[in-house]
């Protein structure tokens, strides 16, 4: 409030100080907007652009700016542009410091609005005032708005499609979101009563494109619209530009210029972009191309655009732009081409678009060299010296991922994920040797790299390269139970053969520590064997006396050169767990979940389930996934199981395939699921004063032992639902429910078996709450002769009371109840006399019982009261 009295005191003040003269303040503002560019980290310049009226004696040196923040300023201004149709572009500048972080709104406001603007009521008196959102906040960066390129002066025709698209660049490159908004009064205040102009079918902003589409307008006449230009940083909305515009809708018989179907480019920094285009015009006018946007303003390789070819009816011109590094960037760029015809009558305009985005090179050369226990990644530098840094991606196994021709950076779903980046764009070199953890033998890991810019873009990404590590230490290739037991069980431990440790160099001579962990994950190693090697071609052991009933084993082999005065471990170990089952009995049913941590990818998995009768495991299926659901067998009986997994590191040098068994373990299936949840409705026979309750039957549709229904009702939003009703009957499917004090309730139910069991409760929760209503005549006749005597009410039960009052036209209050029946006989409150035949104004609180609680909603209108004697009300 104390903003809105200073403004109207800045005005007052800079009146008297002849800044706004007499013939200043008149009607000369079309459109402007307020732009801003960041000089420090609390230091704003901002740009005030109007668009003025060349005829109108109006003409603003200074302009006051409140700059949000309790301070205000007077800006200067520095240019002056004469335009087309009249219109002037006059720019101010001024800078500001503001006193630390915040959201602050800059607004400029003048007045005022020009005559005759017929979707703003009495135009002529109205402020035109024209606001920008600017957010100080270090932790965003530096940031200016975007620069709106195209001045907004053309001219629209009655019944013909109208197109303005302000020309949006944004040099940080941020992402820009457009919308329609309503033109603003003195203090930023929308516009009292203000009404966008109307179409005879559409008027809008294209929220990614920028275009403001007027389809079509149906009067003549001056229409102001507002266009809202939002700016998105990282998804956080960090500021906003409103552009105020005028558009002049002429009656004319001229057709505007047509121009082709322009398309996209997508292109790699260092292309060249040539593009023909061409518009004709059906009346056979001369046209001109006038082109702006982003594209234009590149201080390195501004795009070019030429017209070759103009004849009556037709001209044709080519945009030309050599692409270069400081070009790339995430938000594609935006060229504005402008077909405007030479008509004697009026001059029309056919505005199109078209976007560029510019992509930053692949990396070349990327190479992968392994080692023992990580891989070196190197590649050549990039071209573009702008980069900042790179970044290293990596996943296990190949992909065969070519990036499309618009696709920077690596979508998540090839399952890719960052592992780290260099230091500056002159670090072409990654070791990967998995944060210090070593990698593991027998992978395939794959890597892909790309270039980051100052914007935070990623170029396009490198090709695809996988290397797998040089086999200098044991790898684990089989970890498979032999014999289930809880005292005697017994566990398979095979390794492939380390080589090439010459390469280390580790010469030998060599001893292997073995190490057990009794859980799938290495959690609680204890040293179980060691021994001395010479040639290292004893690899394998059987590890006995176990409980391989209750606990998975997982196994850990170190190698160590064992020279004397040389002894160091070799690489890093990996680690391979025993498979574990896992039982999950269900209805007639057994779930088999396989759990293992191994190096190697297991491919089939092959179930084997103990026949009663030999005594043997036989196999009954297999399956890809690490879950297998045994279908068609008896509750209550034994079913013991076991599984084979087949695998591989898909390495030439390993064996292959890799055959493990887990242990045998047993379930008994039991009907423990519950039954799928009906489907449920309901509705409200208000004059009955009931809901009817509905829900499905899943016997017929999703299960097959439905018993009997649990039925669950709750009388507002933030209650628990309670137990109301137990139908003991499967085809028992309805309900009747009566409540005294309203209608207004959730319902749902669950679906019970044979077992007991019970289903999830039906979804959604069904609410009802449309039993409310309250209906009053606006006339009556309290004249004696007991017809429409009284005024009464038409309402439900469930209005628990009222607070009407009734006035006279003069104001005086003459009756007020809480009656929801209201029950008026005409009397003056507190008079036995009845009021004077006439108008009467009431304002109705009614209190309503709803599913929220106790809801207040207010009604107000009019009475019409007859006395006079013999006075009927129609029904008609």
Avoid at 114 to 134: A, D, E, K
Avoid at 385 to 406: A, L, M, N
Avoid at 608 to 621: A, L, V
Avoid at 790 to 814: N, Q
Wanted: contains cysteine; hydrophobic residues 35%; glycine residues 6%.
């Amino acid at each position: 409030m104390k903003g809105r009295y200073f403004n109207k005191a800045l005005i007052i003040i800079l009146i008297g100080l002849g800044l706004f003269s007499r013939d200043a303040y008149a009607t000369h503002n079309r459109a402007g907007e307020i732009t801003y560019k960041q000089i420090s980290d609390l230091t704003f310049e901002i740009t005030i652009w109007t668009y003025t009226y060349t005829l109108s004696a109006a003409d603003r040196n200074q302009l006051p700016v409140d700059w949000g923040d309790g301070t205000t300023s007077i800006a200067p201004r520095v240019e002056k542009i004469s335009l087309p149709n009249f219109y002037r572009r006059n720019r101010y500048i001024i800078r500001h410091t503001y006193p630390g972080p915040g959201v602050y709104r800059i607004t400029v406001q003048d007045p005022n609005r020009n005559y005759g603007i017929l979707n703003i009521p009495n135009s002529v008196n109205v402020v035109f005032s024209i606001q920008t959102t600017l957010m100080v906040n270090s932790g965003l960066g530096g940031n200016s708005t975007p620069l709106l390129l195209n001045p907004p002066y053309d001219k629209a025709a009655r019944g013909k499609l109208f197109i303005h698209n302000p020309a949006a660049y944004d040099e940080d490159g941020d992402s820009l979101a457009y919308s329609l908004a309503v033109c603003t009064r003195e203090d930023g205040i929308p516009i009292e009563n203000y009404t966008f102009p109307p179409a005879s079918d559409t008027l809008y902003v294209d929220p990614v494109s920028g275009d403001l589409v007027w389809n079509t307008p149906v009067d003549t006449g001056k229409y102001n619209v507002a266009m809202n230009i939002e700016e998105y940083r990282d998804g956080v909305k960090i500021g906003n530009v409103v552009r105020d515009l005028q558009i002049d809708v002429h009656n004319t018989d001229n057709n505007p210029p047509v121009t082709q179907p322009l398309r996209d480019f997508c292109v790699v920094a260092g292309d060249t972009i040539v593009y023909t285009i061409t518009s004709t015009d059906e009346d056979g006018d001369s046209i001109r191309h006038l082109v702006t946007g982003g594209v234009f303003y590149q201080e390195n390789s501004p795009a070019e655009f030429q017209t070759v070819f103009s004849e009556p009816g037709k001209v044709t011109s080519v945009f030309r732009w050599k692409t270069v590094c400081t070009h790339a960037r995430q938000q594609p760029y935006t060229a504005i081409i402008k077909a405007e015809d030479n008509n004697p009558d009026l001059s029309l305009v056919a505005i199109s678009n078209f976007n560029i985005k510019v992509l930053g090179p692949p990396i070349r050369n990327l190479n992968a060299d392994p080692s023992s226990h990580l891989i070196r990644l190197s590649w050549s530098k990039d071209t573009c010296s702008i980069i900042e840094k790179y970044r290293v991606y990596r996943r296990i196994g190949y992909t065969g991922f070519v990036p499309d021709s618009c696709e920077s950076g690596i979508p998540s779903e090839t399952g890719y994920v960052q592992i780290g980046e260099t230091s500056g764009p002159a670090d072409t070199i990654y070791i990967d040797d998995n944060n210090g953890g070593g990698l593991m033998q027998g992978t395939d890991y794959c890597y892909m790299v790309v270039a980051v810019y100052p914007d935070g873009s990623e170029s396009v990404a490198s090709e695809e390269v996988c290397s797998i590590l040089i086999n200098g230490i044991p790898i684990l290739t089989n970890v498979s139970v032999r014999n289930t037991d809880t005292e005697n069980g017994s566990v398979y431990v095979a390794w492939a053969k380390p080589k090439r440790l010459d390469t280390i160099p580790a010469n030998g001579p060599y001893e292997y520590v073995i190490y057990r962990s009794p859980d799938l994950w290495g959690l609680n190693y204890s040293q179980i064997l060691s021994f001395k090697t010479a040639d290292l071609n004893d690899t394998s052991f059987i590890d006995t006396l176990i409980n391989t009933l209750d606990f998975p084993y997982t196994y850990r082999i170190e190698l160590y050169n064992d020279e004397p005065g040389n002894r160091f471990l070799i690489g890093s170990p990996g680690e391979a767990s025993t498979i574990f089952l896992k039982i999950v009995p269900r209805d007639r049913q057994i779930e088999i979940r396989c759990r293992k941590n191994v190096p190697w990818i297991n491919t089939v998995y092959v179930v084997y389930r103990q026949n009663k009768t030999t005594m043997e495991f036989d196999s009954i299926g297999f399956t890809n996934d690490t879950v297998y659901i045994d279908t068609g067998l008896e509750n209550a009986k034994e079913y013991c199981y076991k599984i084979k997994s087949i695998g591989s590191y898909n390495r030439p040098s390993l064996p292959s395939p890799l055959l493990n068994y887990s242990h045998e373990v047993c379930g008994i299936p039991v009907d423990n699921e519950p039954p799928c949840p009906p489907v449920l409705s309901v509705a409200s026979l208000c004059d009955s004063l009931y809901n009817y309750v509905v829900w499905t039957n899943p016997n017929n549709s999703c299960a097959d032992d439905v018993a009997s229904y649990k039925l669950y009702f709750k009388a507002g939003l933030d209650e628990e639902l309670s137990l109301i009703a137990e139908p003991d009957s499967p085809e028992d499917t309805t309900y009747k429910h009566f409540i005294a004090n309203s209608l207004a309730g959730c319902y749902a139910v669950k679906a019970v078996d044979l077992l007991g069991n019970e289903s999830e409760l039906s979804s959604p929760v069904m609410c009802v709450d449309s039993c409310v209503y309250f209906e009053l005549p606006n006339v009556f006749t309290p004249n004696g002769d007991n017809i429409n005597d009284v005024l009464i009410s038409r309402t439900s039960p469930f209005i628990e009371k009222v607070d009407m009052k009734i006035y006279s036209r003069s104001g005086v209050l003459v009756y007020e109840t809480d009656d929801p029946y209201i029950n008026w006989n005409g009397m003056y409150k507190g008079k036995n006399k009845i009021v004077a035949p006439g108008v009467y104004y009431y304002i109705c609180d009614i209190y309503e019982k709803r599913l929220s609680g106790l809801e207040v909603r207010n009604i107000s209108g009019f009475i019409h009261v007859i006395t006079e004697k013999g006075s009927k009300v129609s029904n008609e």
